[in-house]
């Protein structure tokens, strides 16, 4: 049995288990290796369901791809940018 990577996470700014692999096979995906715990992961998997759905992001073009890895990146915070806003809206309390 291998024993479990901690990393100091950058997202959640806390020592947690990280990934078992880099993610992507690029310099942002080892940076997330060192640097993301597999929680912090898991929450950008979902988070990118949204975005992949609301600007309708097609992973098999050069494009889409690019737009998911700059959001990924800002995500994480390695790179500076705004966030890209999804659809999803928190439901309205009525008060």
Request: glycine residues 8%.
């Amino acid at each position: 049995m291998t024993e479990e990577r901690i990393v100091h996470c950058r997202k959640l700014n806390k020592d947690l288990p990280g990934l078992a692999r880099p993610p992507y096979r690029n310099e942002l995906g080892q940076r997330i290796y060192e640097q993301v715990s597999k929680e912090a992961w898991d929450g950008w998997l979902q988070d990118s369901v949204r975005l992949i759905n609301t600007y309708r992001v097609d992973l098999a073009a050069p494009e889409g791809q690019k737009f998911m890895l700059e959001q990924c990146a800002i995500y994480f915070g390695f790179e500076k940018g705004e966030q890209a806003g999804t659809a999803w809206t928190a439901p309205e309390t009525k008060g």
